[in-house]
């Protein structure tokens, strides 16, 4: 069954054409933003092992501010790579989704990963907010 790798906040992360994921500004858990009213762009990237005969799964991502006044959803299917390179009966396969927060208050934002697997993930960052001047 698929089962979810790996998970990271990024700044910026992309997947070329071969399945190369890059990340920039990965890994983050406090970031400071332009407030109260600004936005702040996001990339979640992740990894999915899949056994050599199966598909890849779906999944869906949902992100919410502290008050959960919005929450964003997004649905998707992982791609499937041409020339999966299978290691003892299974492939990895790298995917990245991008995201637009708005930020109105200071708090712990959260990301929530789920593969239609079952398998899932919860990524939780804090926001502090700065005024310009």
Do not use: C, W
């Amino acid at each position: 069954m698929a089962r979810l790798d790996a998970a990271t906040l990024a700044e910026f992360a992309r997947v070329d054409a071969s399945g190369l994921l890059t990340v920039v500004g990965g890994g983050f858990t406090e970031v400071t933003a332009i407030g109260p009213a600004g936005q702040m762009p996001l990339t979640l990237a992740f990894r999915v092992v899949v056994g050599e005969d199966e598909e890849t799964p779906s999944f869906t991502v949902t992100a919410s501010p502290p008050d959960r006044s919005y929450v964003i959803n997004f649905e998707g299917q992982i791609p499937v790579p041409e020339q999966p390179k299978v290691i003892e009966g299974e492939y990895s396969v790298q995917a990245t989704v991008s995201l637009l927060m708005a930020v109105a208050e200071e708090g712990i934002y959260r990301v929530n990963l789920k593969l239609s697997t079952g398998d899932e993930r919860e990524l939780r960052f804090r926001v502090k907010l700065t005024v310009p001047g």
